[in-house]
């Protein structure tokens, strides 16, 4: 049973491109949760979908930012053009049911903007 | 909303000692979850041990204990006998326990250096 599958690993993007993050979770999960980690810092929470939902979008940048968690396939984390900002690590997790205290993460997605 | 607190940016054992990595949080709900979760260089988030607030027995995972102080707000985690695999950045993070959307509230985060 493979485990939450984030890609790409690295991301490198040039200042006003889009970025696109992909998160599978793990087989049978239909909640998913995007962090984001500035360096040197611990995780924030970003987005929570469930299945061609969004559940609570309350920690995503008003602007520029958006998610999202169709019927089929994985889990995307999209970011038009990008700033310096926005380099960080960018977790994905996934849980069997909704509130349960075992979310399983992803290796994240190191995006760099140059 | 919520906060959680670690007030050790660094710190550093020789193996096989004992080390306690502080927490302190800050919330007005009664009825939450706390987490220590481990990143080693891979970056992988690993969860270490978790501790319901309803529940005043501390919790034990081998090597791996916790000393919650529920009045105090405080979430201290003990790792005994530390190995060089402990070495890692360790998260200690926030949970209300609610129906439907939850989402964890992560401290700074400590980096354990474990030296042979």
């Known amino acids: 049973n493979a485990g939450v599958m984030q890609n790409p690993r690295h991301l490198v993007r040039r200042r006003g491109q889009e970025a696109r993050l992909r998160c599978s979770p793990m087989k049978g999960h239909s909640h998913v949760y995007w962090y984001r980690q500035l360096p040197e810092e611990g995780l924030k929470f970003m987005v929570y979908?469930?299945?061609?939902?969004?559940?609570?979008e309350s920690g995503m940048p008003k602007e520029r930012f958006s998610a999202e968690f169709p019927k089929e396939g994985p889990s995307i984390l999209r970011i038009q053009q990008v700033v310096r900002g926005d380099s960080a690590a960018y977790f994905c997790a996934s849980s069997l049911l909704p509130g349960n205290t075992e979310a399983f993460f992803g290796q994240g997605t190191r995006l760099t903007v140059v | 909303a919520q906060t959680v607190t670690q007030s050790q940016p660094e710190m550093s054992v020789q193996e096989a000692e004992t080390v306690t990595l502080s927490c302190t949080y800050d919330t007005s709900e009664s009825n939450y979850y706390l987490f220590w979760y481990k990143q080693p260089p891979s970056r992988q988030m690993i969860l270490v041990i978790r501790q319901e607030a309803y529940k005043q027995q501390n919790a034990t995972e081998n090597r791996f204990s916790v000393n919650f102080q529920k009045a105090a707000k405080s979430f201290s985690l003990k790792i005994s006998d530390s190995q060089l695999g402990d070495t890692a950045m360790y998260f200690c993070?926030?949970?209300?326990?609610?129906?439907?959307?939850?989402?964890?509230?992560f401290g700074q985060g400590t980096r354990l250096t474990i030296n042979p």
């Open positions: 979908l469930q299945k061609e939902n969004i559940i609570d």
């Open positions: 993070a926030f949970m209300k326990r609610i129906q439907g959307a939850q989402k964890l509230v």
